[in-house]
T-cell receptor
């Protein structure tokens, strides 16, 4: 399977615990995005990497959230001290940088987080 | 602030009907508009539109962009139950990162 993959697919945790999600983009894609989607809403942008550099973070990304893409390949998103409001689907997407335009983004299956 | 608004929010039709989904947007530096289909999983890419008036077509689905009036429509002809899904419209935001700004989505239910 050469698509975007995410792990785990589901995570149930207790409030206050830390969680980490992993995303493996399509191999030749150098752009990687994290989005969060709650029920009945479209995905909301969280953060963006070009290769290993994190170039934009949303205001939604509080200091409890951190993301990395250490070698410009896979990425991790960590949430510390989880709160019930963090319950959502976390989606990862990747795309190939074009010269002066933007290509379509391909999404992974998502990690559904439930904070009890 | 960049904004995407979709209408209707939900729609119920019968197999064989034709549907039109609407997407209007406000973005400072428009680059492109994308349509995605989302079943109970990740969004799957349908179309990317950059130029006004040029229809993109894939089977029973088609889409067109009007950059003057700042909207796009997605048409589905001869609907099937497998078309039941949430249809998401997104635009590339004003920053130089290519992040997508999504609308709320239109939930389409096709009844047999």
């Amino acid at each position: 399977d050469t698509g975007v993959s995410q792990d785990p697919r589901h995570k149930i945790t207790k409030r206050g615990q830390n969680v980490t999600f992993r995303c493996d983009p399509i191999s030749e894609h150098n752009r990687l995005y994290w989005y969060r989607q709650t029920l009945g809403q479209g995905p909301e942008f969280l953060t963006y990497f070009q290769n290993e550099a994190q170039l934009e973070k949303s205001r939604l990304l509080s200091d409890r959230f951190s993301a990395e893409r250490p070698k410009g390949s896979f990425s991790t998103l960590e949430i510390q001290r989880t709160e019930q409001g963090d319950s959502a689907m976390y989606l990862c997407a990747s795309s190939l940088k074009a010269a002066d335009a933007y290509n379509e983004q391909f999404f992974g299956p998502g990690t559904r987080l439930t904070v009890l | 602030e960049d904004k995407v608004v979709q209408s209707p929010l939900s729609l119920v039709v019968h197999e064989g009907d034709t549907v039109t989904l609407n997407c209007s947007y406000e973005v400072t530096n428009f680059r492109s508009l994308l349509w995605y289909k989302q079943e109970k999983k990740a969004p799957t890419f349908l179309f990317m539109l950059t130029s006004s008036g040029i229809e993109k077509k894939s089977g029973r689905l088609s889409s067109i962009l009007d950059k003057k009036e700042l909207f796009s429509i997605l048409n589905i002809t001869a609907t099937q139950t497998g078309d039941s899904a949430v249809y998401l419209c997104a635009v590339h935001g004003s920053s130089n990162t290519g992040k997508l700004i999504f609308g709320q989505g239109t939930t389409l239910q096709v009844k047999p």
